[in-house]
Nanobody, 120 residues
């Protein structure tokens, strides 16, 4: 069974920074694209950033220039560095990964989410 565990959320003032981490644990054959989504109250879940196994990244327009995404393949970890945070970045942030199981089946796995609140 594969699990994703997020950490690093919290309360930060506007203009501040946070770094989210997500670690994949369990037995699997490969991890492909990893990414972060977020969902604010009353809004749909949206893609924030994603990074391929080869390191290619894409970002939502709303976070370009402020957020960066990186991954450590050896540690099965993906990071989201969030700078110049705005109140509208407030949301629950979810980690996701495209994983190939031991049975060689591709599945999407989601973490439980971590709350990010940007407020003075």
């Amino acid at each position: 069974q594969v699990q994703l565990v997020e950490s690093g959320g919290g309360l930060v003032q506007p203009g501040g920074s946070l770094r989210l981490s997500c670690v994949a644990s369990g037995s699997f054959f490969n991890i492909y694209t990893m990414g972060w989504y977020r969902q604010a109250p009353g809004k749909r879940r949206e893609l924030v950033a994603a990074i391929s196994r080869g390191g290619l990244a894409n970002f939502a327009d709303s976070v370009k220039g402020r957020f960066t995404i990186s991954r450590d393949g050896a540690e099965n970890t993906v990071y989201l560095q969030m700078n110049y945070l705005k109140p509208e970045d407030t949301a629950v942030y979810y980690c996701t990964a495209d994983i190939e199981t031991i049975a060689r089946i591709r599945i999407d796995v989601w973490g439980q989410g971590t709350q990010v609140t940007v407020s003075s």
